[in-house]
């Protein structure tokens, strides 16, 4: 890996798209032809080679029952993906990313059938690696040799990830230049084959005369499990839809390989069953393969046969290297897999991917029998299959759904034959093939939890930042095919003339075995002949070609002036930004020095600096105000020009006239702009003190207002009350001694009559029974006694609002501290006592031995007022959020001190939640409120800090801590010396 991702093209997934169809920075480019893209779609149809010979071997003709209905769920298999392909035409990977899609409410199982799609194809290498071993192994057996079998398999399994890991263009190369004779090859096996068995004359005949039984559910079951690694392969072409350059023709070739499904797998399969009868053929698909095809090729089936299945395992190797790691890819970009398998070169190689694909296929090779493997790793393409019919039927409302009833069919038909088929070869292989993709998954998660940086994206990213260039694919075809031709050439005359001096020396016929070991040395050695170019010459070649047509293309596109002169400072060369800049032709100013151009310039270029600014000569630019010069920045660089052996130089000239009266015309707003700053500062700190004085205005014309109303709300209220309520507190000493004097005569009147023995009249007697006299004796004196303290209540209050007011204290004056916080806590009274929605609030007084202290009066009332207000509004607040828990009520500590001798501090303490410091520090600001809308001013606090600072010349201290509560501590001098 050589060639990686730009810098510019940062690898991230932090915002990878989930679910998106647009085109991501990680998208692979659009790299491939039409034709290699239906290279890799075709060689689905060459699959049939790894599974047709085991099941002819086991059900021979009824093997037909097996690959018809195959056949026909493979061809709406295509149909299908072809649908989805068009909606995801910039998704790789193919038919099960588009079933991971298709199901992304499940990530489970869409991860499921991606990774077991993926162990369906790193297993094709390996398989094909021992067919053609076993080819090999067959044709040295012609002339007594024995090939080393273990070797030949790693070789053929290692060959094509030698070329992916060179560059997937490479491999695009190779299939396309092999897979026409290799489809044409067996598409002339199945329909020649289908010709001879109908119309020759030695034919068996194309049916057989009992006709053809069918197999047992449970043989059927189990040889469908295997077919379907196969015949549903034909869908690859898919995988390479995001690379396409013409993804519209890519996705034709699904619908071609349609119609191909039933003539290769139906009817190759049938010539397969009817003529292939050589019973030493094993389960040796090349064996199998000649015999068939003997028959109706005659000799040349030797070498046709050879290179078929040669090309056919290699083509198909090519394809499963090409494709399993674009499944990983897309499967991490769904961000499922580890941020790893996103990682690709500039040569579109998925580094990551191919590492783990090549180290499955390894593993798939170590168990070396062929069934075996085609069965575990079946298992979990086969469950692949099964999603994406799952899949379809989920979304089937959506249009890209094609036949959502069929596919709930073929789900049903799957689920039967991965049961019934799997037990039928072997319950523990179908145990481990259902596992296999949990453990690759649990792989996976463990690789991205390990510690090493070795597998941290970060890591790979700084790696995979090289120096890259831009890519001529034209040039990369003609190299890669010549050398394909030279290598094979040359490889074919030697055998010839080997072949020749071999029979002229032992006179001996030709031997068709020499043919079929040429054709297979033939494919390998094109396939090293790419491996070499692509790791030796070929990527140098395609640097030079890139190298230069970058530099052709910058020359000519760029904006810049750009000048090639020679060592005598003549100029050898322009591109169309400078003919535009000196405002002449080409023809001009070739062979003209540069200096007659440009002021201040030597005659020798080696003396110029590598970056100056010149003034040219001829030209001058105008506006409104002035004629200035045109000034160019000249940037200089040498080179040794290699063709003729000369020292040159790159001029490259830019017009910098705007930006230079731009700067003159930026100064000079500068020095304007800088005078209008200096004056909006001065008036910015002229306004400032005006707004603090407008806001001191306005606070205290606030807090004058609202005070001289509220003094004379409550003069006016208490003046009203008082008049009243003493003319009914003088009365009711009177009151009292008149109603002890009347009561006093009716005892003694009653009295006399016991005396005189006169007894009351009757309607007295009934008078007195009706006014019950003897309660009302006793009840009046009751009542005016209770009418007294009511009244002395009364006259309480008034004083209160009279002291709390304190109209006729306009001047500071001795009072008595506790006497106003008592005032004050009496208003309050009724917002302290208990109510349904709150507790009653405890006032806990912790009074200190005070003198009588000079202040305002009124103005340190309304001090009071606003800190026991909001102490109140916030204990209530507390307790519905519920902080008081159990017994505990909300309290307000009020304590009185002197301290320093000659100061007065008076401390409001709550035991509420506090407040948190980003408020403390801004409670003073004037309309800061916490408070909802309507419910406060913010003028409060302010207003009690100008009280007790300015007025008094104390302090105010608010100390909070959340959960903790808050407390004011007020400080005011005892008596204040007059300023």
């Not at 996976?444 to 970060?458: C, E, G, I, K, T």
């Amino acid at each position: 890996m050589t060639d990686f991702v730009p810098e510019n093209q940062t690898i991230q997934l932090a915002n990878p798209p989930a679910i998106s169809v647009q085109k991501s920075r990680l998208q692979l480019p659009r790299s491939l032809s039409t034709f290699e893209t239906w290279g890799f779609g075709s060689t689905g149809l060459l699959l049939w080679f790894g599974v047709a010979p085991g099941m002819h071997i086991e059900l021979g003709e009824k093997a037909i029952w097996v690959w018809i209905p195959s056949a026909i769920v493979a061809v709406f298999l295509n149909l299908q993906i072809k649908q989805l392909g068009k909606h995801w035409q910039d998704m790789s990977g193919g038919t099960p990313n588009y079933a991971a899609r298709l199901l992304k409410d499940y990530p489970f199982i869409a991860k499921y059938g991606v990774i077991g799609y993926w162990l369906g194809w790193v297993s094709v290498p390996a398989v094909n690696a021992i067919i053609l071993a076993d080819l090999i192994k067959t044709t040295l057996l012609e002339f007594n040799l024995q090939s080393p079998d273990g070797l030949l398999r790693v070789i053929f399994v290692i060959l094509p990830y030698i070329v992916a890991f060179s560059g997937t263009r490479s491999l695009a190369i190779f299939q396309a230049f092999f897979i026409v004779p290799a489809v044409s090859l067996l598409i002339a096996f199945c329909v020649g084959g289908l010709g001879w068995l109908a119309f020759a004359p030695a034919s068996p005949g194309f049916l057989p005369a009992a006709g053809v039984a069918a197999p047992s559910f449970v043989l059927w079951a189990k040889w469908f499990f295997v077919a379907v690694y196969a015949v549903y392969g034909c869908e690859t072409a898919s995988s390479f839809i995001s690379e396409s350059r013409r993804p519209d023709l890519t996705l034709q070739c699904l619908k071609y390989m349609a119609i191909l499904i039933p003539i290769v797998y139906v009817g190759g399969s049938w010539v397969l069953a009817r003529l292939s009868t050589d019973p030493q053929a094993g389960e040796n698909t090349f064996l199998h393969l000649l015999s068939a095809a003997q028959p109706f090729w005659g000799n040349a089936a030797t070498s046709l046969i050879t290179f078929l299945v040669a090309a056919g395992c290699l083509l198909s190797s090519v394809t499963a290297v090409s494709n399993s790691p674009r499944v990983l890819y897309q499967l991490a970009l769904d961000r499922h897999l580890s941020p790893l398998f996103t990682l690709f070169t500039t040569r579109s190689v998925i580094g990551h991917g191919l590492v783990a694909t090549l180290i499955m296929s390894l593993i798939c090779l170590l168990w070396g029998d062929v069934s075996r493997v085609v069965m575990i790793t079946g298992t979990g393409y086969l469950a692949s299959m099964m999603v994406v019919h799952l899949g379809i039927w989920i979304k089937r409302d959506r249009s890209e759904a094609l036949y959502p009833y069929w596919a709930i069919l073929f789900l049903a038909i799957e689920v039967v034959v991965l049961v019934v088929g799997g037990i039928a070869w072997s319950w523990l292989d179908l145990l481990i093939g259902l596992i296999l993709p949990i453990l690759v998954s649990g792989a996976d998660a463990l690789m991205r939890r390990l510690p090493f940086s070795f597998f941290q994206l970060q890591w790979w990213t700084k790696f995979y930042r090289r120096k890259t260039s831009l890519r001529s694919f034209d040039f990369m075809i003609v190299q890669t095919i010549t050398i394909i031709i030279l290598v094979c050439g040359s490889t074919g005359l030697g055998w010839l003339a080997h072949r020749f001096l071999y029979l002229r020396n032992e006179n001996r016929p030709e031997d068709n075995s020499l043919n079929a070991l040429f054709l297979v040395l033939l494919l390998v050695i094109a396939f090293i002949g790419i491996a070499i170019a692509c790791w030796t010459s070929l990527p140098q070649v395609i640097a030079m070609g890139e190298a230069k047509q970058r530099a052709e293309h910058l020359f000519v596109a760029a904006l810049d002036a750009m000048l090639i002169v020679n060592n005598k400072g003549e100029i050898c060369q322009v591109n169309p930004a400078a003919e535009l800049l000196f405002e002449m032709d080409a023809t001009q100013l070739l062979g003209r020095p540069l200096n007659l151009f440009l002021e201040e310039i030597d005659y020798d270029p080696a003396l110029w600096d590598s970056l100056s600014e010149k003034t040219l000569k001829h030209k001058n630019l105008f506006n409104s105000e002035t004629q200035i010069p045109c000034v160019v920045e000249i940037a200089v660089s040498e080179y040794f020009n290699q063709s003729d052996g000369t020292q040159e130089y790159i001029a490259i000239l830019r017009d910098i006239t705007d930006r230079k009266y731009a700067e003159m015309r930026l100064q000079r707003s500068l020095n304007e702009q800088e005078e209008l700053t200096q004056q909006a500062t001065e008036q910015a700190k002229e306004l400032e003190i005006v707004l603090q004085n407008l806001q001191s205005t306005q606070t205290q014309l606030i807090q004058t207002e609202k005070m001289s109303s509220l003094g004379q709300l409550v003069a006016g209220v208490a003046h009203e009350i008082n008049n009243p309520v003493n003319f009914i507190y003088g009365n009711l000493s009177h009151s009292v001694t008149y109603s002890r004097d009347l009561l006093e005569l009716v005892d003694r009147y009653q009295a006399w009559e016991r005396q005189q023995a006169i007894a009351p009249s009757p309607e007295i007697q009934t008078f007195i029974e009706d006014i019950d006299l003897d309660f009302l004796r006793e009840d009046l004196p009751k009542v005016l006694h209770s009418m007294k303290l009511g009244a002395e209540r009364i006259r309480q209050i008034v004083l209160t609002l009279r002291n709390f007011s304190r109209l006729d204290e306009a001047e500071m004056k001795p009072i008595d501290i506790h006497e106003g916080i008592d005032s004050t806590l009496l208003l309050l009274q009724n917002r302290l006592k208990s109510n349904p929605d709150h507790k009653e609030v405890q006032i806990i007084k912790n009074y200190g031995e005070l003198p009588l202290v000079d202040c305002f009066a009124g103005q340190l009332n309304q001090v009071f007022m606003n800190l026991l207000s909001n102490a109140i509004d916030a204990l209530q607040t507390t307790e519905k959020e519920g902080f008081f828990s159990g017994n505990e009520s909300p309290s307000v500590t009020i304590s009185t001190q002197i301290v320093n001798t000659n100061f007065v501090q008076i401390s409001f303490k709550d035991n509420g939640y506090g407040m948190p410091e980003s408020i403390k520090e801004k409670i003073f600001n004037p309309f800061f409120t916490t408070k909802p809308v309507g419910e406060g001013t913010g003028l409060g606090l302010s207003i009690s800090y100008k009280i007790i600072v300015d007025k008094h010349g104390g302090k105010i201290q608010c100390i909070s801590e959340e959960r903790k509560g808050t407390e004011f501590l007020i400080e005011i001098p005892l008596s204040r010396p007059e300023s």
